[in-house]
């Protein structure tokens, strides 16, 4: 993996934190080509990713630009803060005209992106409705999902078996067990070389909460979210945890090394593991808080827009339409031959035989029952405001309930902002 990979970009909260940066004006060059006017081949597109940290991504990336006959299209490959330059690119006249990122609210909101019901056509049933969801705000789609990234807990059978401890089903489990295998050489848990940031969400949804209510209101409140949030700091303090990892959560590394008995991680890391591994690990989601919770997993992943400040706003949609609606082929390709991805369309996942057995299936199985799909209406200034809630009660052992009233005030004023 790359040292700021997707999966960094994605860490806060399965998607939207690539956004965290939005309203960051910075300088610097761009990486749009020079665009010429009218249409057809003549066109200058310019494509932004971050970087990837599966081999043969960009690679991939370039091939289906060379692919395309109706514009010219330049693939921009970003190592990393891809989050800062794409905030600027947005927010000036010489950004992407497409680019890779999380629906937000404010994206619309400040016209920074253009919809795409228009391209979908009848291939809109195809996809998986809540990749349609979180990509649309009053009925209109605004970007094609390209990805979906599941993520989960792996952990090592063998250990398991030698301690006589079975997958968790409770959060006190899940404590338990990476007490029980941490020894002088390995660590029984890995959540991230911050503590756990990384799972502040799966907890609180452990508890039964919700970043936001089904009418837009904090959701993250009350005494069970706060018991959410404490166990985390329990974890913390039980000197279970691998800190100082040479790679973060996002990568494999800690884990197929034999540093961390537990690790949290993505789909996209599984044939990784498996070479590494063989068939030593499994797989869980984060288990309920409790009887009356509720285990989850972030069901992220990457989307396709267009910016509306593109002078060939048209074309790119063309584009966006030739790649991520009607070529299935270089679809299932982004899918399933650079790490692990469930293809956001149906008739794909349907036909996506590495994820039709084995861990792969069990993985694509927890996502359907329990993966939480990012929301439009989570906002970066939210997710800031969460994630300190979540570092203060991990890290420093603050009060829950004293950082839950401060997050819920920035994130009621937020709402205010935005709706009114």
Same mark, same amino acid.
């Given at each position: *993996?790359?040292?700021?990979?997707?999966?960094?970009?994605?860490?806060?909260?399965?998607?939207?934190?690539?956004?965290?940066?939005?309203?960051?004006?910075?300088?610097?060059?761009?990486?749009?080509? %020079? /665009?010429?006017?009218?249409?057809?081949?003549?066109?200058?597109?310019?494509?932004?990713?971050?970087?990837?940290?599966?081999?043969?991504?960009?690679?991939?990336?370039?091939?289906?630009?060379?692919?395309?006959?109706?514009?010219?299209?330049?693939?921009?490959?970003?190592?990393?803060?891809?989050?800062?330059?794409?905030?600027?690119?947005? #927010?000036?006249?010489?950004? =992407?005209?497409?680019?890779?990122?999380? #629906?937000?609210?404010?994206?619309?909101?400040?016209?920074?992106?253009?919809?795409?019901?228009?391209?979908?056509?009848?291939?809109?049933?195809?996809? @998986?409705?809540?990749?349609?969801?979180?990509?649309?705000?009053?009925?209109?789609?605004?970007?094609?999902?390209?990805?979906?990234?599941?993520?989960?807990?792996?952990?090592?059978?063998?250990?398991?078996?030698?301690?006589?401890?079975?997958? =968790?089903?409770?959060?006190?489990?899940?404590?338990?067990?990476?007490?029980?295998?941490?020894?002088?050489?390995?660590?029984?848990?890995?959540?991230?070389?911050?503590?756990?940031?990384? $799972?502040?969400?799966?907890?609180?949804?452990?508890?039964?909460?919700?970043?936001?209510?089904?009418?837009?209101?904090?959701?993250?409140?009350?005494?069970?979210?706060?018991?959410?949030?404490?166990?985390?700091?329990?974890?913390?303090? %039980?000197?279970?945890?691998?800190?100082?990892?040479?790679?973060?959560? %996002?990568?494999?590394?800690?884990?197929?090394?034999?540093?961390?008995?537990?690790?949290?991680?993505? #789909?996209?890391? *599984? =044939?990784?593991?498996?070479?590494?591994?063989?068939?030593?690990?499994?797989?869980?989601?984060?288990?309920?808080?409790?009887?009356?919770?509720?285990?989850?997993?972030?069901?992220?992943?990457?989307?396709?827009?267009? %910016?509306?400040?593109?002078?060939? $706003?048209?074309?790119?949609?063309?584009?966006?339409?030739?790649?991520?609606?009607? @070529?299935?082929?270089?679809?299932?390709?982004? @899918?399933?031959?650079?790490?692990?991805?469930?293809? =956001?369309?149906?008739?794909?996942?349907?036909?996506?035989?590495?994820?039709?057995?084995?861990?792969?299936?069990?993985?694509?199985?927890?996502?359907?029952?329990?993966?939480? $799909?990012?929301?439009?209406?989570?906002?970066?200034?939210?997710?800031?405001?969460? @994630?300190?809630?979540?570092?203060?009660?991990?890290?420093?052992?603050?009060?829950?309930?004293?950082?839950?009233?401060?997050?819920?005030?920035?994130? /009621?004023?937020?709402?205010?902002?935005?709706?009114?």
């Amino acid at each position: *993996m790359a040292p700021l990979s997707r999966r960094d970009l994605l860490k806060r909260t399965g998607g939207l934190a690539a956004l965290a940066a939005l309203t960051a004006a910075c300088g610097g060059n761009t990486g749009r080509p %020079s /665009t010429g006017g009218g249409g057809g081949a003549g066109v200058n597109l310019s494509q932004w990713y971050h970087q990837y940290g599966e081999a043969g991504t960009k690679e991939a990336a370039l091939k289906y630009a060379k692919g395309y006959t109706g514009a010219n299209v330049a693939v921009e490959w970003t190592p990393g803060d891809y989050a800062s330059k794409l905030a600027s690119g947005l #927010l000036s006249n010489g950004g =992407p005209d497409i680019f890779e990122s999380q #629906l937000n609210v404010g994206m619309v909101k400040s016209n920074q992106v253009v919809p795409l019901d228009d391209i979908l056509g009848d291939a809109k049933d195809d996809f @998986n409705p809540n990749d349609l969801k979180t990509n649309s705000i009053d009925g209109k789609v605004y970007g094609i999902k390209m990805i979906d990234d599941p993520q989960i807990f792996y952990y090592r059978k063998s250990l398991f078996d030698k301690a006589g401890i079975k997958p =968790p089903e409770t959060v006190d489990d899940l404590i338990a067990a990476a007490k029980a295998l941490t020894t002088d050489k390995i660590k029984g848990i890995f959540v991230g070389n911050d503590g756990g940031v990384i $799972v502040g969400g799966p907890a609180l949804w452990s508890s039964g909460g919700a970043y936001l209510t089904e009418d837009n209101k904090p959701g993250f409140t009350g005494e069970r979210a706060a018991q959410a949030f404490s166990k985390l700091h329990e974890l913390y303090e %039980s000197k279970s945890l691998l800190l100082g990892a040479p790679a973060d959560w %996002s990568d494999p590394s800690a884990f197929v090394q034999g540093l961390t008995a537990i690790q949290w991680c993505g #789909l996209w890391a *599984m =044939p990784t593991i498996q070479k590494s591994l063989g068939d030593d690990f499994g797989v869980f989601a984060y288990p309920k808080l409790d009887a009356q919770g509720r285990p989850s997993l972030p069901s992220g992943g990457w989307t396709q827009f267009v %910016s509306a400040k593109s002078p060939n $706003v048209e074309a790119a949609k063309a584009f966006v339409k030739w790649l991520w609606v009607d @070529n299935l082929e270089f679809q299932e390709d982004w @899918n399933l031959n650079y790490g692990f991805h469930i293809p =956001p369309r149906k008739s794909l996942a349907a036909k996506a035989t590495k994820l039709q057995s084995g861990v792969a299936a069990e993985v694509v199985k927890l996502n359907q029952d329990h993966g939480i $799909v990012d929301l439009p209406a989570w906002t970066p200034k939210m997710i800031t405001a969460f @994630n300190d809630l979540t570092t203060n009660v991990i890290r420093k052992g603050a009060d829950p309930a004293a950082e839950i009233t401060k997050a819920e005030k920035t994130v /009621t004023t937020e709402l205010s902002r935005l709706f009114g």
